[in-house]
């Protein structure tokens, strides 16, 4: 006669399977964390330069979107500073292709709306990076790799 139910061994060899699962699943998850602090990280640059550009037009006066590369900080002159994860690194490529990570940048909107031609590089200790570029005619920012 059988009784309804699991026997010792089924239980043990489910939970040997799920225990497999798992410990494939657990990498990639870490992977997809990773990967989406540097789209916001990305993404919360190109909203303070649209935020600076769009106070420029309203006010009638040039704003500045500040970054100090050294510390992870940014925002726009005189308001709330953001402070980057400690995973996250910006660095800024310069007109002419030299990189720059330590120190302060200033990007200056101006009141027509334009912007001066900044490159961001949003870069994650795993190697990943975006950047985040600004058009100088437009002052529109775009994030993308």
Known sequence: MRREGFTLLELIVVLAILA???ALV????????????????????????????ALAVASARERSAVFDL??????????????????????????????MDRGSVRVRFFPDGGGEEAEIS???????????TVDPLTGLSEAGT
């Open 122 to 132: 949003v870069t994650a200790q795993d190697g990943g990076a975006l950047r985040v």
């Open 70 to 99: 050294s510390r992870g900080e940014f925002g726009v002159d005189n308001e709330a500073v953001r402070l980057l994860p400690e995973t996250i690194r910006l660095g800024v490529v310069l007109p002419g292709g030299d990189r």
């Open 26 to 53: 657990a990498p990639s998850f870490s992977r997809t964390v990773a990967s989406a602090r540097l789209r916001a990280a990305a993404s919360d640059v190109r909203t303070t330069f649209a935020r600076a550009r």
């Open 20 to 22: 497999g699962l798992a």
